[in-house]
């Protein structure tokens, strides 16, 4: 995909040297000093584009980067018991952030999850990996998942993005 058609440019006379960059909606806005040359506009804005880019990657890693993931919280967290085969992004997962089958080590994470910060993330994927060992939220469900650190923080971050996307005068349908 070409960013330039998705790039806004947005010049201040008040910003003297500093340049940032941004995702709103679908654009990327780069705010520049309006004193720049056209030539350090465009090296500007590619160097921002690019780095808004890079750090979007790191935030939806691909299916081999999540199976990799999966397998490190595993060791980290639960001993390395849970043996996940595969973890992929599913577009099918709309009313739940992941699930998994034990039967053949399986994990779907919901394509919702994309753009997240990497503990979220993380805190599904480990989620999913107690499922691997133990298939209710019983208590011994929930002392494996409160090995990782961020945990309830997480937990929060997912119930308040539920709560925007159903909340009254939500955008989202």
């Not at 806005?29 to 350090?40: L, Q, R, T």
């Not at 890693?61 to 390395?80: F, K, N, T």
Request: net charge positive.
């Amino acid at each position: 995909m070409d960013d330039t058609n998705d790039v806004e440019i947005r010049r201040s006379a008040r910003r003297r040297r500093t340049v940032t960059a941004y995702r709103e909606g679908g654009r990327i806005v780069v705010c520049v000093p309006a004193g720049f040359s056209p030539a350090e506009e465009r090296r500007w804005i590619a160097v921002m584009v690019e780095r808004i880019r890079t750090k979007e990657q790191r935030r939806q890693p691909s299916d081999e980067q999540l199976l990799q993931r999966a397998r490190d919280l595993s060791r980290r967290y639960l001993d390395g018991r849970a043996a996940p085969t595969t973890v992929r992004w599913s577009a099918a997962q709309q009313s739940r952030w992941g699930s998994c089958t034990p039967s053949d080590g399986t994990i779907r994470l919901s394509e919702r999850l994309r753009g997240t910060p990497s503990w979220v993330l993380d805190y599904v994927i480990v989620h999913e990996l107690a499922h691997l060992l133990i298939g209710n939220h019983g208590d011994d469900f929930w002392e494996l998942v409160g090995r990782y650190p961020r945990s309830e923080r997480a937990r929060g971050f997912l119930d308040g993005l539920d709560y925007a996307a159903n909340s009254p005068g939500s955008t989202e349908e």
